[in-house]
């Protein structure tokens, strides 16, 4: 499927372009946006690379991987940065992650953008299944994907290699009977 386009109240989802570099910098190099992640704060350099191979990728046949930019409706600025992989181990199923610029967290922008990426996955792909995983000391993650639907399953003994230490991580997944779209 491409392009991939959707929309909530405040937000659209949309293929990446080259001109989203800088936005996608400006969490990807971010040591607050990047502290949960799992992995360190890119530079510029590599931010490039993974958005030139997100474009490449958005149009391969078949499609496996969606990264998308998340902007901001009344601003059209890219404030966050999305991505749904379908898993080739698991039949109709795929994993989703999802990063915001810090100075757009706390308003509920998390929800949607998560939301909108369920929405791809069950209404526009017909997957089943739709995991992610978070660390454990993002609280705030938990409590975004409960909001959107998301079920914790369970723990990833010392799953992610950050900083030179392993980390756990905490399993969250919806199937597509559980999925509610919005009104």
Avoid: C
Avoid at 7 to 24: F, I, N, Q, Y
Avoid at 154 to 162: C, D, N, Q, S, W
Avoid at 170 to 183: F, G, K, N, S, T
């Amino acid at each position: 499927m491409y392009p991939v386009e959707r929309s909530s109240a405040r937000l659209d989802l949309r293929e990446l372009t080259l001109e989203d570099v800088d936005a996608v910098l400006a969490i990807y190099g971010s040591a607050e946006a990047t502290e949960h992640l799992s992995f360190e704060p890119r530079t510029r350099g590599q931010v490039e690379q993974i958005v030139t191979r997100s474009i490449t990728s958005a149009t391969a046949t078949p499609r496996t991987e969606y990264a998308l930019a998340v902007v901001e409706r009344n601003t059209a600025e890219v404030i966050g940065f999305g991505r749904l992989a379908t898993d080739p181990h698991q039949q109709r199923g795929a994993t989703m992650g999802f990063a915001l610029r810090p100075d757009a967290w706390g308003v509920g922008y998390g929800v949607e953008t998560v939301r909108l990426l369920l929405g791809v996955g069950f209404d526009d792909l017909d997957l089943h299944r739709i995991w992610g995983a978070r660390s454990p000391l993002n609280e705030a993650s938990a409590r975004t994907m409960a909001a959107a639907g998301m079920v914790e399953e369970g723990v990833i003994r010392e799953h992610v290699l950050k900083a030179g230490k392993w980390r756990d991580s905490v399993v969250h997944a919806i199937l597509d009977r559980e999925w509610q779209p919005a009104p």
